[in-house]
């Protein structure tokens, strides 16, 4: 049986539980962004400005932020639930238009009036990203767009095992809100819905008592108030987020150095990368979130859920650009 840092675990359960995906109940509450690409090459510099020519060869655009989580459980075999909001724009729509693509329900997203929809573009020449620049509003939603997001995860409450907060502070996740969803989510009589959190540097108040969460080591250092440049703080600040936020169990990524797991009534688990080749984390976040997200919601205990995700989150920092994990790949990278 294969083993991670003395710590072994069954190969063969892990692909079972992938096949469990497709019965995965997730919903997914964050906000939604448009990813675009402008892809091109690079022979000269400006005689301009000392800056790069590129000459354009290829645009792309794909779903971004909360609704690239969705995007992957769905390249996973899930059928996920998207709630968010998004701006009455062509943006907006061309994001709803690419959810009813993939055969997702849209009744979850908000279209708030006179807001704009966050849109990254990112130019990319020779698999390096040359420069990003955004168009967006990170103003608050309304409170109205609030209660109808509210209203919507009450009525479908009864058949979600598992929602995640994918938080990008763009305006969505606010007090209000998570006060709102947390007694949504305990409401329940008999069943308590697992909640996972992908947080977002200076939101952190909002996050007591979850279940899980997943910041790299960076937003982990900058919410402990000192850098995680070794064993001794990485463990300090695990600890630490613990304890402050009364979470269930904390997940730090640590980019070529793999991923720790903290649990609160348990042990302290480091499960070093798989990664064969990182050329771009971007979306990495998104990957592990989603996938220790369906790994719950099918059944599997958190250590094994974080696993898992640490297999996907190594499949996709091999490509360039945003990227989703499908599972017969997962299935190879856990095989291997």
């Known amino acids: ?11 063969e359960a892990l692909k079972q539980y992938i096949d469990r995906f497709v019965k995965a109940r997730v ?6 962004i448009m990813d675009h690409y402008i892809w091109g090459d690079v022979t000269r510099i400006s005689p301009e400005a000392p800056v790069p020519v590129v000459e354009v060869k290829q645009e792309t655009k794909m779903l971004g932020g909360a609704a690239n989580v969705i995007r992957n459980m769905a390249t996973l075999g899930a059928r996920p639930v998207l709630c968010g909001v998004v701006g009455d724009d062509s943006t907006g ?12 329900k849209t009744d979850g997203v908000v ?4 807001r704009l929809t966050s849109i990254k573009t990112r130019i990319v020449a020779h698999n390096q990203q040359v420069v990003r620049f955004d168009r967006e509003s990170r103003a608050p939603v309304r409170p109205e767009s609030i209660q ?27 007090g209000p809100l998570m006060m709102g969803m947390r007694e949504l989510a305990r409401s329940g009589a008999g069943r308590r819905t697992i909640i996972a959190v992908d947080p977002k540097t200076g939101n952190f108040e909002y996050y007591q008592g979850v279940d899980v969460i997943t910041p790299n080591h960076h937003e982990a250092g900058i919410y402990c108030g000192f850098q995680i440049v070794d064993e001794d703080t990485l463990m300090r600040a695990g600890r630490q ?23 609160k009534h348990g042990e302290t688990t480091h499960i070093p990368t798989v ?38 989150a190594g499949i996709v920092v091999g490509e360039v650009g945003t990227s989703a994990v499908k599972a017969e790949d997962l299935k190879k990278a856990i095989g291997e």
């Open 148 to 174: 109808k997001v509210l209203d919507f995860i009450s009525e479908n409450l009864d058949t979600i095992d598992t929602i995640v907060i994918s938080d990008y502070g763009k305006g969505l996740i606010s």
């Open 111 to 114: 279209s708030e009036k006179g």
């Open 241 to 263: 987020m613990l304890s402050n936020l009364n979470c269930r169990s904390v997940l730090i990524t640590q980019g070529k150095d793999g991923m720790t797991f903290f649990e």
């Open 93 to 104: 729509q061309e994001i709803l238009s690419a959810l009813t693509h993939m055969a997702l």
């Open 275 to 312: 990664a064969k080749k990182v050329f771009d984390v971007t979306g990495a976040g998104d990957t592990v979130i989603a996938t220790i997200a369906l790994g719950l919601a099918a059944g599997l205990d958190f250590k094994s859920a974080a696993i898992l995700s640490n297999f996907a």
């Open 27 to 32: 919903l997914v509450l964050g906000d939604i």
């Open 1 to 11: 049986m294969p083993e991670i840092n003395g710590n072994y675990y069954d190969a």
